[in-house]
């Protein structure tokens, strides 16, 4: 039901591609692998939600918990094919005062590669 | 006086059965000719309600879910029969007071409720919680 389906290292971002609902069980596999990830020297993130059209505001807070250990490296975290409803409850969380958001991944590598 | 159409579900505390009744919500919201963008936010908002029924009511019992149909908008309440709270005394959050601190990143459910529908009411004593949200049909009403 929710699964990361994808990630790869492209230019030095890390890009991590996830399936389905975004709740506690997808926050917490994201968090592994940007935890493993950090260890080895990676420090931007571009997260495709492309197939993942809802979200639970325990998934998004275990993407708070993200942004702070990134932020201790002087890392990025990034979002790209956000649905409407996941940008705007990221808006009302405050998340994309933290995080960059594009409208594909191409658009969001270009910037941040 | 003619009662409105309601469609009631009840749903066992399971994990993730927050989705069934965003299974319904979209079924009323095209009943309602509602646009993808209110059904998206009802959706969102029951979401949240559902998981503060499962997780802080701390009951083991059933929550109920009535959607109440009108020609002006949606009410959806969300029933537990759980601990109840005082709603005055939740804070509400702000990342930047998370962000580098010991505080939890957790509580944005009552908030992300508020913002995404019309109308949020509680009522809630020691024998449970009635959260009952609106989202009209018309977006200037």
Redesign the interface.
Known sequence: ?SKIIDKNVKNGVVVVSTEG?F?KDLGEALKEITDQEIKEGHKNFLINLDQSK?????G???L??I??EL?VVDGSLNFCNL???IA??FK????T??CETFDNEEAALQKLA | MKKNPTVELKLPILKNMELVATHTSDVVAKHMNLSEEKSAEISMALIEACINAFEHSETKEDIYIHFIISDENLTIKVIDKGVGFDSSSIKLPNIDDKLGTTERKRGWGLMLIQELMDKVDYESDNSGTTLTMTKNKKSDE
Request: hydrophobic share 50%.
């Open positions: 039901m609902y709740n809802i979200v639970n505001s325990i998004a807070s275990i708070i918990e942004i702070e932020q649905a409407p409803i705007k409850t009302i969380m405050g998340l005062k933290y």
